[in-house]
């Protein structure tokens, strides 16, 4: 995962989807925990320096209200930010779209331009071959996956930039699992394969 992505969450800048992936992240990948924590402790200084500016200045503070609903977590599998934004298993059952790929889409983290959703990929299983119209991050949450540029195991993130095209293929054993962030919606190459788009709406 780029730095710039764990700097925009610690900011504030990062869509809530990219924040609640990147919380994920740093729950089970220590690298991206370490950065994560670097980063607010950086961003907490600046915030110090810019509250006494305001106070000097006598300028109200702007502070976030973010409400945000804190369930028990009931699932393992899912890290607890899921669930800290209402994320429920039982509550979004897996859809069957092609042969080995199931989705879920995550409601409460979409809005207009950002799709949030779970991949389940059979070991062998692929989604066809297709670029984004804008970036995407993808998390392992079990299992793992392998495209053109690498194999992805639990807990690492694989960034694509928009136009950039790749065939996720699911890696022999368990399931993979993965948490999606796509900013700018999924392109498939093939026009044969313009049905596969339904996995991923």
Known sequence: MEDQWILDHSSGA??????????????INAEIRAKLE?????????????IWDDIQSNTPLSLSNEPVS?????DPLYPTALHRYGFNASDSPWRSKLGGVQGRKINRLCEPGVDARLL?????SAIP??????????LVL???F??????????????GEAGEPHTPVGLEGEPCICFAVSLGGYR????????????LT
Request: proline fraction near 5%; hydrophobic fraction near 40%.
């Open 38 to 50: 670097l980063a607010d402790r950086i961003g907490a200084a600046l915030m110090t320096e810019d």
């Open 14 to 27: 990062a869509p809530l989807a990219v924040r609640v992936l990147v919380d994920c992240a740093s729950e």
């Open 70 to 74: 804190v369930p028990i977590r009931t």
């Open 142 to 144: 079990q299992g793992g």
């Open 120 to 124: 389940k990929i059979q070991p062998g």
């Open 188 to 199: 498939f190459r093939n026009p044969l394969m313009s049905i596969a788009a339904r996995i």
């Open 146 to 159: 392998s495209d053109e540029k690498g194999v992805y195991h639990r807990g690492d993130v694989c960034a």
């Open 129 to 138: 071959h297709h670029d984004h119209r804008g970036q995407e991050l993808t």
